[in-house]
């Protein structure tokens, strides 16, 4: 299912979602790409681990869900649908599925859809994921999700790119207001649980490692998190630290992976 995008993206710069694709094991990236994620490593080599941590997650909850009967996903802010995406899980699954990935950044939207083309109900829409109506609203969201039916809605790396002044809050609560009963949400988040009261050292070149994998990142407490899940029935552990989920017998863990201690995650249902 395609979507007009730049069919030309530049090359010769880095960009944030294909050192994120690199971080994954996926093969959407260049050489340059390749070069500044080792620089990163070199830097804040926890961002690898956060990067790879959300993404066994992601096929955690994804898994879940389709156990749960969901057969429509809408994922938030996705990147590039490679490495064991969505529509992988559902096809290891071996279900008939529909998942819908938004971004914003127009190479991704041009990779992206490169990469689902050819694959039965899959689409990449470029919107942005603050403005609620524009993706619920897109004709290729609404051709292949119902929303009088159970969604699986993926939050998931991504809400801390939204500032505080951008209200998540009523963001989310706009989405959830679309879900109907027995729908799923999944999320994970940077917490300020943990954080560092002193800079590091080499301070500015970690800083700048976590803006170009994670953008701006804006952490948030546990308390913050909990309000904007609250109504959902949340599934153990709850809202509880990405290690807490990444236990064995709980998902994926075929890739080994180093779980962040500050981040939160949770699975949850509308009753």
């Not at 996705?78 to 699954?93: D, M, N, Q, Y």
């Not at 004709?139 to 991504?158: D, K």
């Not at 509880?240 to 981040?263: F, I, Y």
Request: hydrophobic share 40%; net charge negative.
């Amino acid at each position: 299912m395609a979507q007009q995008s730049n069919p030309n993206p530049d090359l010769t710069k880095v960009n944030p979602a294909r050192v994120h694709d690199w971080f994954l094991g996926g093969t959407l990236n260049t050489p340059i790409d390749r070069a500044a994620g080792k620089r990163i490593d070199n830097a804040l080599p926890e961002l690898r681990s956060m990067v790879q941590a959300n993404r066994v997650f992601l096929r955690h909850a994804v898994n879940y869900m389709l156990d749960q009967g969901v057969r429509q996903f809408l994922e938030l802010g996705s990147g590039l649908p490679t490495a064991r995406h969505v529509h992988h899980v559902i096809r290891e699954a071996q279900l008939d599925a529909a998942v819908v990935y938004i971004d914003w950044d127009p190479a991704v939207v041009t990779a992206g859809q490169a990469a689902v083309r050819g694959t039965d109900r899959a689409a990449l829409v470029q919107a942005d994921l603050r403005d609620p109506r524009a993706v619920l609203d897109h004709p290729f969201t609404r051709q292949l999700i119902n929303f009088a039916e159970p969604v699986g809605l993926l939050m998931i790396g991504i809400l801390h790119t939204i500032p505080d002044d951008a209200h998540p809050d009523q963001v989310i609560a706009l989405y959830r207001q679309e879900l109907c009963s027995h729908s799923h949400l999944a999320l994970s988040h940077p917490t300020q649980h943990g954080a560092p009261t002193e800079p590091p050292l080499h301070a500015e070149e970690t800083y700048l490692a976590q803006v170009d994998v994670l953008g701006h990142i804006t952490t948030r407490s546990h308390a913050t998190l909990d309000s904007w899940l609250e109504g959902l029935t949340l599934i153990p552990p709850g809202l509880a630290p990405m290690s807490d989920w990444l236990q064995p017998s709980r998902g994926d863990t075929s890739e080994p992976v180093s779980a962040p201690l500050d981040t939160l995650a949770a699975i949850g249902y509308e009753p």
